[in-house]
């Protein structure tokens, strides 16, 4: 018997049908326009995805990469509490859903979902693609606006994936509050210098409201980068789509997803004891890593063959991975 396919492939699947219903220049066009509007002055005072058109090519061309962005900060959340899975989630600035694809892939199992959205065209291919995903059959796809009006029923899980960009600073701090009502908020931005900063800014927020932070944090006090010399961000590995292929051109067959991310909690969590917050460097018999720690600083551990185990450990470990790794903590 087969295995049944991920959630990823699934996904991938499901926008392959979704765009082969596109004529092909209509969707490069429309992820033209796209590109361009997510270029310009953000915040908008309407929707950027107007139609189908707009919303299909949105989710042919970025979904796949939110999606991974979204599934590595859950990953790296769901290794700071252990045995926990979310039995409610609320997904703000959902679109078309990616976060609630990327839930799905992390923890096994139903839940109630809502994806709150003003934009409908999105909200509508959004539960049109989720009819794929089993996780999802009975998902709430719900009209909202964002702002001050905002209010969130108590829920297990919030999740709010790259929206910060597209709201003026007091919508950004009237989303953050309203997702306090959550046990558990993770906000995933672009991994831009100014994706990193309204993280900082969300997160500073979420720890006033009580929250701790649980990744990729090794701790909840103030982060050590000088605001404007550095930015802390990671990277997904993406598939190109043919749509991606369109669009940019070349051959590669991947893309590296930057992004950047909080997840924090009321929830007790065992956030990682040092964070790999560069690609590590493998030179001959020693690894660099760059590492952020719990001690508010930001430090370069060299770890050569003379350390055993933790060599051969340190040679598999990736930026974004907890180090030590869980089962080599003293
Ligand atoms: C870049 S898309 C991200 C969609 C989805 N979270 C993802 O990761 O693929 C930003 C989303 O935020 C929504 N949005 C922006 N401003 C909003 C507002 N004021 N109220 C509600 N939704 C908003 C847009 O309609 C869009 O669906």
Redesign the pocket.
């Known amino acids: 018997m087969n295995a049944p396919a991920s959630p990823a492939d699934t996904l991938r699947t499901t926008l392959a049908d979704v765009l082969a219903g596109l004529p092909p220049t209509q969707a490069a066009g429309a992820v033209d326009r796209l590109i361009a509007a997510?270029r310009g002055a953000t915040?908008?005072d309407v929707?950027?995805?107007r139609d189908r058109a707009d919303v299909a090519a949105?989710?042919a061309y970025?979904?796949p990469a939110?999606?991974e962005?979204?599934r590595s900060a859950l990953a790296a959340f769901a290794d700071a509490v252990p045995g926990w899975a979310p039995g409610s989630h609320v997904?703000?600035?959902?679109?078309?859903?990616?976060?609630t694809w990327a839930v799905t892939a992390t923890w096994e199992g139903t839940r109630p979902v809502t994806v709150?959205?003003?934009?409908e065209p999105?909200l509508a291919l959004g539960r049109e693609i989720a009819a794929a995903n089993p996780a999802l059959a009975d998902a709430r796809w719900q009209r909202?606006?964002?702002?001050s009006g905002?209010t969130v029923d108590h829920t297990d899980l919030v999740?709010?994936?790259?929206?910060l960009?597209?709201?003026s600073e007091a919508?950004r701090a009237a989303l953050v509050d309203a997702a306090t009502a959550a046990q558990t908020v993770v906000i995933?931005e672009a991994g831009t210098p100014a994706g990193y900063a309204r993280v900082i800014e969300a997160r500073d927020r979420l720890i006033r409201a009580g929250f701790r932070v649980a990744a990729p944090c090794p701790h909840s006090t103030a982060c050590p980068i000088q605001p404007g010399t550095d930015w802390c961000h990671f990277s997904a590995r993406v598939g190109r789509s043919s749509l991606h292929r369109q669009v940019k051109g070349g051959s590669l067959a991947y893309e590296d997803e930057k992004f950047a991310y909080v997840a924090a909690t009321r929830l007790p969590a065992e956030p990682a004891a040092a964070r790999v917050i560069r690609r590590p460097q493998i030179r001959k018999g020693q690894v660099l890593l760059d590492l952020c720690e719990v001690d508010e600083r930001l430090h370069r551990t060299t770890v050569t063959k003379r350390h055993g185990d933790l060599y051969k450990a340190a040679r598999d470990t990736d930026w974004g991975d907890a180090w030590p790794p869980r089962d080599r903590m003293p």
Do not use: H, K, Q
């Open positions: 997510y915040p908008t929707p950027i995805l949105y989710a970025r979904m939110t999606f962005a979204v997904d703000l600035g959902g679109g078309t859903g990616a976060a709150l959205d003003w934009a999105a909202a606006r964002i702002g905002l999740t709010v994936s790259y929206v960009n597209e709201l919508d995933v």
